[in-house]
């Protein structure tokens, strides 16, 4: 199994500020990478896929980039709509996903 | 637009069986694979078992040990999840999750449902 390593667990940042989050694959998935939002009490939505294509309808400030084992996503100026869960995910050899990272209101 | 409405969770005891279901709309139902994703309170998400658009291939979690069983009617765009032998372990939100493109089954997940509460308890 692939196992999914995100850091930080929680990151503290203010509205406006930029947030990168960090993703780590034990072996190589190629692009195969996906990156979700979760708020509380709602389903997963999906923002990136393939490393860095933005789902349909999801704004500029969410960038994806990196291959292989190491990943990142890019939020470059929050909104106060941004403060969630991200999850990563790969869906090179079945599914698994990270055990997400919170970003929180500084 | 692309809607997945679970239902059928609740309350079970546990060694008890529950069969959830997922209706689907929006999208050609029989041309997308649809997995189940599994999320404990307070936990990750965890991939638990899919099946392609014309239910000729099925695969689950090594997890589950047999367990569940995963099925669809495309006639009724519709999705299943027979869930037997349940655990306090399975407690958790079950969702459904649509493929993002019509090959099977390596794809990630474009469109979610809201979910359904499975509490196994005694």
């Known amino acids: 199994e692939i196992v999914m390593t995100q850091s930080p667990a929680t990151l503290s940042v203010s509205p406006g500020e930029r947030a990168t989050l960090s993703c780590r694959a034990s072996?190589?998935?190629?692009?195969?990478l996906a990156w979700y939002q979760q708020k509380p009490g709602q389903a997963p939505r999906l923002l990136i896929y393939g490393a860095s294509t933005r789902a349909t309808g999801i704004p500029a400030r969410f960038s994806g980039s990196g291959s292989g084992t190491e990943f990142t996503l890019t939020i470059s100026s929050l909104q106060s709509e941004d403060f969630a869960v991200y999850y990563c995910?790969?869906?090179?050899?079945?599914?698994?996903f990270g055990q997400g990272t919170k970003v929180e209101i500084k | 637009e692309v809607q997945l409405l679970e239902s059928g969770g609740g309350l079970v005891q546990p060694g008890g069986s529950l069969r959830l279901s997922c209706a689907a709309s929006g999208f050609t139902f029989s041309s997308y694979a649809v997995s189940w994703v599994r999320q404990a309170p307070g936990k990750g998400l965890e991939w638990v078992s899919v099946i392609s658009g014309s239910g000729g291939s099925i695969y689950y979690a090594d997890s589950l040990r047999g367990r569940f069983t995963i099925s669809r009617d495309n006639s009724k765009n519709t999705l299943y999840l027979q869930m037997n032998s349940l655990r306090a372990e399975d407690t958790a939100v079950y969702y459904c999750a649509k493929a993002g493109s019509t090959s099977c089954c390596n794809d990630y997940f474009d469109s979610w449902g809201q979910g359904t509460l499975v509490i196994v308890s005694s």
């Open positions: 072996q190589s998935v190629s692009n195969n």
């Open positions: 995910q790969q869906y090179y050899s079945w599914w698994t």
